[in-house]
């Protein structure tokens, strides 16, 4: 059932497909971030295994309301690796395990390309769909974002 929420069917169509790539940037963040907790190792390891746990579990919240809004919108969510592969506008780096500096730098380009694509992402969602409900829920999202960014950062300092 479409929601009458006063945002078009054809809006709501194009704020869910926003939204599934906003989805699945995250996702594809999150496992990357796992992989990196999982696999940290060296001088600061506890240091960075906790905060690498910190920031995966920031995302899973992050993913959870991004799918919950899809739904809100009367959207499908995806849910497999292969859909948010194809989705995502980061990338994975199958077979390689960088040491902390690389994690840490790769991360944090990571967020920067995610920060970036937000704010258009933020733009379209209240200009173009009339949806200031997921303009919000972008806003907060590129605030958690620039946080994780900041704090990557300064260990690269």
């Not at 995302?59 to 989705?87: H, N, P, Y």
């Amino acid at each position: 059932m479409t929601p009458k929420i006063g945002i078009t069917e054809e809006h709501l169509k194009k704020a869910n497909s926003l939204l599934s790539v906003v989805l699945s940037d995250e996702m594809t963040l999150y496992v990357k971030t796992r992989k990196f907790h999982w696999n940290v190792a060296g001088e600061s390891f506890m240091e960075l295994h906790k905060l690498f746990e910190k920031q995966y579990t920031e995302l899973e919240q992050t993913i959870d309301l991004v799918a919950e809004r899809i739904g809100k919108l009367g959207g499908k969510t995806i849910g497999t690796m292969s859909e948010f592969i194809k989705l995502s506008r980061i990338k994975e780096n199958p077979n390689k395990y960088p040491n902390q500096k690389t994690m840490l730098a790769e991360l944090l380009a990571d967020h920067e390309i995610l920060i970036t694509e937000l704010r258009k992402d933020i733009d379209k969602s209240a200009e173009e769909n009339h949806d200031a409900g997921t303009a919000d829920l972008l806003t907060g999202i590129l605030q958690q974002h620039e946080t994780a960014a900041w704090v990557l950062r300064r260990y690269l300092a």
